[in-house]
Structure formats: structure tokens, C-alpha cells
């Protein structure tokens, strides 16, 4: 019983969360919560930015492949070896960067505004590697 009373307690929490986030005006967070709310969502948006510019630089690198010799490591296993390491430092980079407020409410707002601008400068990367390659 307890177990089933602390599920719907954070059940409800969640919800409530959820509802909060859609009652905030991101073109004007007012509180330290909204501004952490609005820089999550940004992440979320640069994020589905990032993952369609990897599907397109990935189209490119099985187009490329075609004149890869027999036993040459392939452009796609490249740039997925190179996605794959970029995750985890952007990740780490970031958790250091948000270390300035750590412990904070502020912190939250340093992580994900970190997250959203490598995830950005990363998908100009991969656009330039889909579209000009």
C-alpha cells in the first residue's frame, strides 16, 4: 500500500508538472522555474533539430559509400562513431558548465541552455556535412 500511496503521489506531481509547463510563456518566463522550463523545451526543439540533420547527414554518408574500397572503414561508420563520442562529451561539457550554479535553481537553466547550443552548433555540423558533401 505504501508503495501504491508514493506512486500516486509522484503520478500527481508529474501531472501537475506537466500542467505548469504548459502555462508557461516562454517568449516571458517570469520566475527561476519558467526560465528552467523554457530552456528544457528549447533543448527538446534543438534535439528534433539535431536528430533530422543526422538522418540526412547519414542518407549522405550511405550515398558516399558507394566508392568506398572493400575493407575501408565506411563514411556512415564514421559518422556514427563520431555521433556516438559527441554525445558524452557534450553531455560531460555541459554538467560542467552548469557546475557554476551547482546546487542552485539556476543550474538547471545553465544544463539545457548548454545542451540546446552544442546541440545547435552540432547540427550545423552535420547540415554541412548532408547538404555540401
Given at each position: 500500500m505504501r508503495y501504491f500511496v508514493t506512486s500516486v503521489f509522484a503520478i500527481s506531481l508529474l501531472g501537475s508538472s506537466a500542467a505548469m509547463a504548459q502555462q508557461v510563456d516562454c517568449a516571458n518566463p517570469l520566475t527561476q522555474s519558467d526560465m528552467n522550463i523554457c530552456a528544457a523545451d528549447m533543448y527538446r526543439a534543438a534535439d528534433g533539430d539535431l536528430n533530422l540533420a543526422y538522418r540526412m547527414a547519414t542518407a549522405k554518408a550511405r550515398e558516399m559509400d558507394q566508392y568506398v574500397a572493400a575493407g575501408e572503414v565506411t563514411n556512415l561508420d564514421m559518422l556514427r562513431d563520431a555521433q556516438r563520442a559527441w554525445i558524452p562529451f557534450?553531455?560531460?561539457?555541459?554538467?560542467?558548465?552548469?557546475?557554476?550554479?551547482?546546487g542552485g535553481s539556476m543550474q538547471p537553466l545553465l544544463f539545457h541552455s548548454c545542451l540546446e547550443r552544442l546541440t545547435r552548433q552540432r547540427t550545423q555540423d552535420l547540415r554541412f556535412f548532408g547538404e555540401v558533401n
Open positions: 557534450r553531455d560531460k561539457a555541459c554538467s560542467a558548465e552548469s557546475n557554476l550554479a551547482r
